[in-house]
């Protein structure tokens, strides 16, 4: 059982270009999260889905957008990079939306210079 | 406006001995708490957590204890162990059509051998 697997590991991109993280998790959760840590922060969410084409946004999406086609899968696409958006990045699935912890995917470390 | 305090950043505690992790919140309106845990270079990992209505909760040799009036929760472990030496973040959640979770900053427990 993977869990929740996120990929790249690592990304550094430069100001302006685009890049998609992936998400998948073969959990059957239909709640699925994006958030971003920086340094000495707790966890923010940018984007969440409470299932397959719906998505809606968190407390810090601009900049970000995301899709739902699928169950397992959760992209989250940043069109025009910038040094602001460097961060770690986390996706987390729950089965449910309310009094349930959520599993969390390795995290993706994105550098913008 | 940081909803979720933990204003302790690091700890450090002898293995063996009583490891008390703190956490404050301004929020009323939280109704379900959680604690996780998190290694360097991976996701966080789900470790204990509490509902409004209760005020303990245990699991082995971890302990969460909320004081609901106080708006005060904290984490026990004992006897802490090195392998427990990682970030601990604490998270408060409230329904609003979706579980929106908020975190805390963290605490990096070291157990000294």
């Known amino acids: 059982n993977a869990g929740v697997t996120q990929t790249p590991k690592f990304r550094i991109l430069k100001i302006g270009q685009s890049m998609t993280l992936q998400c998948t998790q073969d959990?059957?959760?239909?709640?699925m999260y994006w958030y971003r840590q920086d340094p000495g922060m707790g966890l923010k969410l940018i984007y969440y889905?409470?299932?397959?084409?719906?998505?809606d946004k968190g407390e810090v999406p601009n900049g970000y957008n995301v899709s739902r086609s699928t169950t397992e899968d959760f992209p989250l696409r940043l069109e025009l990079a910038a040094p602001s958006q460097t961060s770690v990045y986390f996706c987390?699935?729950?089965?449910?939306?309310?009094?349930?912890?959520?599993?969390f995917g390795q995290g993706t470390r994105l550098t913008v210079v | 406006d940081q909803q979720v305090k933990q204003n302790s950043p690091s700890l450090s505690v002898q293995e063996g001995r009583i490891s008390i992790l703190n956490c404050d919140y301004t929020n009323s309106m939280f109704d379900y708490f959680l604690w996780y845990k998190k290694y360097p270079a991976e996701g966080p990992t789900f470790l204990i957590s509490?509902?409004?209505?209760?005020d303990k909760n245990e699991d082995g040799r971890f302990t969460v204890f909320l004081n609901k009036s106080a708006k005060h929760l904290s984490l026990h472990i004992v006897p802490s162990q090195p392998g427990d030496s990682a970030v601990y973040f604490c998270a408060a959640s409230e329904y609003r059509g979706y579980q929106k979770v908020t975190f805390g900053t963290g605490t990096k427990l070291q157990v000294i051998p």
């Open positions: 889905s409470v299932g397959a084409g719906i998505t």
């Open positions: 509490i509902s409004s209505i209760k």
């Open positions: 959990m059957n959760h239909n709640y």
């Open positions: 987390a699935s729950s089965p449910q939306g309310v009094n349930t912890e959520a599993f």
